[in-house]
């Protein structure tokens, strides 16, 4: 499976952008689908992920409230809404795919094998 996120850009802080991710290749059924981010200089860290089949999601802390996840099945695409954005959600996000089973969802870098090339996301204060 190969992932392309698309929807980053330059928005002023307490705006919203919506990311996505599409699949192409195979479903993500059967899949954790996360979404990472890496600011410059730092560590990529954990932002949120669903488990495509169960449809359970888990959110980081610092975007939970502020987030949410919804896909489209057919178009075997994950979106990701971000609301109230601040100048610290600046960062490079990446969508990425591991298998799992049933409700369990990956939280780590290492646990995921599919990466996309990343969008920019910039919120200007």
């Known amino acids: 499976v190969q992932l392309v996120e698309s929807g980053g850009g330059l928005v002023q802080a307490g705006g919203s952008l919506r990311l996505s991710c599409a699949a192409s290749g195979r479903t993500f059924s059967g899949y954790s689908i996360a979404w990472f981010r890496q600011a410059p200089g730092k560590e990529r860290e954990f932002v949120t992920a669903i488990s495509w089949s169960s449809g359970n999601v888990y959110f980081a802390d610092s975007v939970k409230g502020r987030t949410t996840i919804s896909r489209d099945n057919a178009k075997n695409t994950m979106y990701l809404q971000m609301n109230s954005l601040k100048p610290e959600d600046t960062a490079v996000y990446y969508c990425?795919?591991?298998?799992?089973?049933?409700?369990?969802?990956?939280?780590?870098?290492?646990?995921?094998?599919?990466w996309g090339q990343g969008t920019q996301v910039t919120v200007s204060s």
């Open positions: 990425a795919a591991a298998p799992t089973t049933g409700d369990r969802v990956w939280v780590k870098v290492s646990n995921y094998n599919i």
